[in-house]
Structures are given as C-alpha cells and as structure tokens.
C-alpha cells in the first residue's frame, strides 16, 4: 500500500510514521509513505493556500486551486481520497479494516476553517472524523488513521494472530483479555494462577471469558453491536474503571 498524506504540517506526520514499528515495516517494503507540503501547489508568490470565506465570517478556508493540483499531480486509477474532517463518518476499527484492501491512499488535512467545499464534493471519496471534537489541523488525524490502518498490513506486526486477538478486532468485536507479564507478584498483587498453568486451552477459556467481562464493564455497546453469547462465570481481574463516556480525571 502506499499512503500520500498532503497537509502544512508534514513534520507532524513524518516522526511518527517512520519510526518504531512502521518505520522497520517501511524499511522491509511492506508500505510507502508520502508526506508533503501543500504549499508546494501555491501558485501565489508568498506561497498562500488560504483566503478568507464568502458570506462572511471567521477564519481562513483553504482553495480549491492548491487541493486540485496536489491530487492530481499523485491520483493513479487506484487511488481512494480520504478528507480528514470532524463532519465526517467516525473512525472504527471495522473502517480501518476496510482501507486494508485499498492500494493507494491520498489522505488530505485540513486547517483553519476547513477546506473549500468544492475539493469535498469533487474530489473526495470519504470523509472521516477522529471523533466528535474539533483539532487544530488534519494531520495527527491523518497520522492516527495511517497508523491504524498499515499496522493491519500482513508481515506489518510480525504476528497476525496480534491483532486478530486485539480489541475491536474482527474476530469478536469486543475488548482485549486483562495481560500481564512478569513478575508473578508485584506488592501483593499476583497474576492470576491460570496464565502460569500452561494449559493452552483453559487459558484461551479465560481470556474469552475476561473479554466479554470487561467489554460489559467498559463498552456495553459493543456487546450489542456484536450479538456476543452470554458471560461466563469468571470474575473480573480488575474492578471496572469510569464508564467510557466519563472524562478522564
Ligand atoms: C479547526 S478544524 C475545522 C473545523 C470546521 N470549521 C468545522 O467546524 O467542521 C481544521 C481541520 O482539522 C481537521 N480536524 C479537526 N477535527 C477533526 C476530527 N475530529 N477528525 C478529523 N479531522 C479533524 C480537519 O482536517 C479540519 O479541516
């Protein structure tokens, strides 16, 4: 897959790209990365992509002019434009999954009031928001869908059973089993005696179990979106933190 972000702000995209786990798969051929800098299609002399709004009102609304020509000049038969915007629909896993199988993505970022409305009806195959909040600029947005997106690559984490048993993953819907690693007993606190078995089975039992468990603790509604069967006996590991919808403290 290769992924052509085009923002004012590629320095935001690129760190986090390129390192770490997406970095190395990058490095094996795995995926492509482009990051530029809109401005580079200014046709104005200070290199301006923005003007002010028709009928008034705050801020600056980037052109139609500079959008156009970017997406030309990296558009290939393939290519799917996605538009970073907090109208649009809300990112999930299930979304995520279904850019696995696009071969090129052009991910636009937005700034200041947004962009002309004109790109949006045009050129834009999907709009995707983050969540129901409003950021300063599409990049870190455009860099959370990257991410979510290219870590699901085959070879990308090196073991696709990761990320089939990961939370809100395909396989079941629902949130990860508790984890734990060593030692066995931290200030009292010790893992629980069924991970230390050995016993494949039984473990894969109980972490079912933990899953639905702690899904029914923090997002209920994932158990009704995914018609889960009914809790096992097992305890919870861990009692239930604030429910989702609470703000952190
Ligand atoms: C300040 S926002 C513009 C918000 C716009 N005036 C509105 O009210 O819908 C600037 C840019 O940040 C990005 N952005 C902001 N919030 C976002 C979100 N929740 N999800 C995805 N992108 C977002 C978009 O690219 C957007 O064009």
């Known amino acids: 897959m290769k992924v052509d972000i085009i923002t004012l702000f590629p320095e935001m995209c690129r760190a986090p790209l390129m390192g770490s786990i997406l970095g190395k798969a990058m490095e094996r051929g795995l995926w492509e990365l482009g990051v530029h800098d809109l401005r580079q299609w200014s046709t104005d002399r200070h290199r301006r992509v923005d003007d002010t709004p028709y009928g008034g009102g705050q801020g600056m609304v980037m052109q139609c002019a500079p959008l156009f020509a970017a997406v030309e000049a990296l558009a290939t038969p393939d290519s799917r434009v996605v538009l970073m915007t907090p109208q649009g629909r809300r990112l999930d896993q ?33 709009e995707i928001s983050l969540g129901d909040y ?38 079941t819907g629902l949130l990860e089993a508790p984890c734990y690693t060593k030692p066995v007993e931290f200030r009292g606190l010790k893992v629980p005696d069924i991970l230390l078995s050995g016993h494949h089975a039984n473990i894969a039992k109980w972490k079912a179990g933990q899953s639905l468990r702690r899904t029914q603790a923090m997002r209920p509604d994932l158990l009704r979106e995914h018609r889960a069967p009914a809790l096992s006996a097992a305890p919870l590991q861990k009692s239930p933190a604030a429910p989702a919808d609470t703000p952190p403290a």
């Open 134 to 171: 409003v950021l300063t600029n599409g990049a870190i947005a455009a860099t959370i869908l990257t991410d979510a997106v290219i870590r699901l690559l085959p070879g990308v984490l090196g073991d696709e059973r990761s990320s089939q048993e990961e939370s809100f993953s395909a396989a």
């Open 94 to 126: 299930r979304v995520v999954e279904s850019y696995t199988a696009c071969r090129h993505l052009i991910i636009l970022c937005g700034h200041y009031e947004g962009i002309d409305h004109r790109v949006v009806e045009t050129l834009v195959h999907d």
